[in-house]
């Protein structure tokens, strides 16, 4: 998409042939776009596939200790505020959320120096929900 809310600018990237995938598409949903190409999805709430664009196939992806319900959800880093009354519009508002989540940031970084057993932020994934 070249332009966020025009029609006319967005670009085509993979068609997924119904038979490369499942029996029907009736409950199919991409939840992810990896580097190399390959789409996770997520079926009738109760399997992942990862499905290979090049190749046109699927595989079934199994979540150990997840029973037949499956509920997964995709995150990425935004800059929404949550519970917040502020719209984000113009680029001069942009660039100034832009640098005091930066700043944010850093501290942060500098608290969590000490902490070496800390895992760095993921700026995105995806969230898995389940019945164990």
């Known amino acids: 998409m070249k332009e966020y809310g025009v ?10 042939l119904q038979p490369d995938v499942v ?5 199919v949903r991409p939840l992810k776009w990896f580097k190399n ?10 399997s992942l596939l990862l499905y290979d ?25 935004s800059l929404v505020v949550v519970n917040s009354d502020t719209v984000i519009v113009g680029q001069k508002q942009k660039e100034e959320a832009t640098k ?21 932020k993921a700026k995105s994934g995806v969230l898995f929900y389940g019945m164990l």
């Open 7 to 16: 029609i006319e600018s967005w670009t085509k990237i993979v068609t997924i």
């Open 23 to 27: 029996q029907s598409f009736w409950h």
């Open 100 to 120: 005091n989540m930066d700043r944010g940031e850093k501290e942060r970084k500098k608290k969590n120096t000490n902490d070496t057993n800390k895992k760095k």
């Open 53 to 77: 664009p090049e190749s046109h196939k699927a595989r079934d992806l199994t979540v150990n200790g997840v029973s037949k319900w499956l509920y997964a959800e995709i995150f990425v880093k």
């Open 37 to 46: 190409l390959q789409i996770l999805l997520e079926k009738d709430e109760s």
